[in-house]
C-alpha cells in the first residue's frame, strides 16, 4: 500500500530539501548489471526476475523525481510571483478556492 506523506519546511530549506530527496541510482546501476551479467551468462529465466526488480526500481525512481519536479515547480512559482502575505492553511480555508467564498457554497450546493 502507498501513502503520500506531507510536511511543512521554510521556504528557504526547499533547495536543500530537493537535495535530500534525490533519488540515489546505485541499487537500479547494480540491478542493470545484474541483468547484463545474466545475458552474458545466457540465463535468460534468471534475467526475467531481475527485470521485475528493475521496472520496480523504475516505478520508485521515476515516482520520487515526478514528486520533486511538482516541488520544484512550485518553489519556482512561489519566487516568481513572491511569497503570499500570510501563511495559507488549507484546512481552515477549504472554501476559498476558485472564487468561491465559504459564503457562497450554500448557493453552489443548492443550484447542483
Do not use: W
Not at 32 to 51: N, W
Amino acid at each position: 500500500m502507498e501513502v503520500k506523506v506531507q510536511y511543512v519546511v521554510d521556504i528557504e530549506e526547499i533547495p536543500e530539501e530537493l537535495t535530500k530527496r534525490m533519488p540515489r541510482a546505485d541499487d537500479l546501476m547494480e540491478s542493470l548489471a545484474i541483468l547484463e551479467g545474466s545475458f552474458i551468462e545466457s540465463d535468460i529465466a534468471y534475467s526475467l526476475r531481475v527485470f521485475e526488480k528493475v521496472k520496480k526500481q523504475l516505478y520508485h525512481l521515476n515516482r520520487r523525481i515526478l514528486d520533486l519536479e511538482g516541488i520544484a515547480r512550485g518553489y519556482v512559482n512561489i519566487l516568481e510571483q513572491g511569497p503570499p502575505t500570510q501563511d495559507i492553511h488549507l484546512e481552515d480555508n477549504a472554501f476559498s478556492f476558485d472564487g468561491i467564498e465559504e459564503t457562497d457554497q450554500t448557493a453552489v450546493t443548492e443550484e447542483e
